[in-house]
């Protein structure tokens, strides 16, 4: 019996060493500890021949634990990302680009702004700036020489002949000078006899009086007397503002041919609804706006002064005219309507930028802000009041900031190739 116990002994002893040296169960991890000193660069798992890879419970090897977007390579990956991050906004418009446009990188700083008041208004000539021509005869018009609206004109040039042999009321000048001839000598007489008390001093008076129409009359075309009839002058020099008939046509006396204006001094006429009415006191200057040329024009560069105000609106509307005058000293046309800008109270400490600058997109306004030499970003602002040229920030930028004031639709373009090109270095 005791033999059978001993040997009963020995098996288990034996089978208990068998069991710790099994390979397969020798590969575990035991701790999360454990798991952290796990190097993937030492870690080599070899299978020997025979051993099934299934074996190797990848179950029971934590890889979720492990984690490898947070595994610390010598901090290169986490570097990289924070380095694309801070620039994935921004444009790049290289030097090269820039000289081959109208390109232009202004600093911002606060300035003194004016309020402004957006309107509509009409350009017309000053008072005394221009004449109508009338004719001094009745008959056939023909014009001189070649005449078209905006034709330079000097004062005292022939611009219209009115010939009249050839109608049935007869020859103008003939008539108008033997009228001229008999009024001269029925005066004449009369001096003689009104000596004599042969006549009436009244109607001497009378005589005279005759004498003296007919002697006007003569004189103001006797002067101007061509071959093709009488000639019609210019009373100014300037240009004809337009033509009011048409060659070969009959005219008479006193009717209009057409208006010759100097174009040296205009008035710009503002209409300001009833609103502002408190603040037209306010009002010194004026900038507009043509739309022939899209051209701002600022009054205080030509010489401009206010003239009047007006103390009630129109009858027929809610309007109010402000009226200003101004030398024409670029091609402003008399007649035309013209977006107006009326400066008012001034405003200190306030960021403009010039109107040239922004950038609408569906309602929203942008500015390119620089960055560096060649880079840009695009930064979202609220404008305020706008003069025509220049326009009050409100929201967006801040004292100090470089902004594209010329150029910015070509930045714009720029940025619609979304990438920062290879080589492209920032210091910072």
Do not use: W
């Not at 309007?319 to 400066?343: A, H, R, T, W």
Request: charged share 25%.
């Amino acid at each position: 019996m005791r033999n059978i116990i001993i040997t009963l002994i020995s098996i288990s002893l034996a089978f208990y060493s068998c069991k710790n040296q099994n390979p397969t169960l020798a590969h575990t991890h035991e701790t999360p500890e454990g798991h952290a000193e796990h190097d993937h660069e030492g870690h080599n798992h070899e299978h020997k021949p025979g051993e099934k890879h299934d074996e190797h419970n990848h179950e029971g090897h934590n890889h979720e634990g492990h984690d490898h977007e947070g595994h610390d390579h010598g901090g290169k990956t986490e570097q990289k990302a924070v380095s694309a991050s801070e620039h994935s906004d921004e444009i790049i418009f290289t030097k090269a680009q820039a000289a081959k446009t109208n390109f232009k990188v202004e600093e911002i700083l606060p300035e003194t702004f004016h309020g402004v008041i957006k309107t509509t208004g009409q350009i017309l000539p000053a008072p005394g700036d221009e004449s109508v021509i009338v004719a001094t005869s009745n008959g056939i018009v023909s014009y001189n020489k070649t005449l078209t609206e905006g034709s330079a004109v000097q004062k005292g040039q022939v611009l219209f002949n009115i010939a009249s042999r050839n109608i049935a009321e007869g020859d103008h000048y003939s008539k108008v000078k033997a009228g001229y001839e008999k009024a001269r000598a029925e005066y004449e007489r009369a001096v003689i006899l009104i000596k004599d008390k042969i006549i009436s001093q009244r109607e001497f008076e009378t005589i005279r009086l005759d004498y003296e129409n007919a002697k006007i009359a003569f004189e103001a075309i006797s002067g101007n007397r061509t071959a093709k009839g009488v000639g019609v002058t210019s009373p100014l020099t300037g240009y004809l503002k337009n033509l009011l008939i048409k060659e070969g046509e009959y005219i008479t006396v006193g009717q209009p041919l057409a208006t010759v204006s100097q174009n040296k001094k205009l008035v710009l006429r503002a209409e300001v609804s009833e609103k502002h009415y408190k603040s037209l006191n306010l009002i010194r200057s004026a900038n507009f706006k043509t739309p022939y040329d899209n051209k701002v024009y600022v009054l205080s560069e030509l010489d401009g002064k206010l003239l009047s105000f007006g103390k009630a609106s129109n009858t027929n509307s809610f309007y109010v005219p402000v009226s200003f005058e101004f030398d024409n000293k670029g091609d402003v046309i008399p007649g035309s309507f013209v977006e107006v800008f009326l400066i008012s109270a001034p405003i200190d400490n306030t960021l403009s930028i010039p109107v040239t600058a922004l950038t609408n997109e569906m309602g929203t306004f942008y500015v390119y802000v620089q960055l560096d030499e060649e880079g840009y970003r695009k930064q979202e602002v609220t404008p305020g009041m706008n003069d025509g040229r220049q326009v009050q920030i409100l929201k967006g930028l801040k004292a100090g900031d470089r902004v594209v004031t010329q150029g910015a639709y070509q930045v714009k373009m720029a940025s619609f190739s979304g990438a920062i090109p290879h080589g492209h270095s920032h210091e910072h």
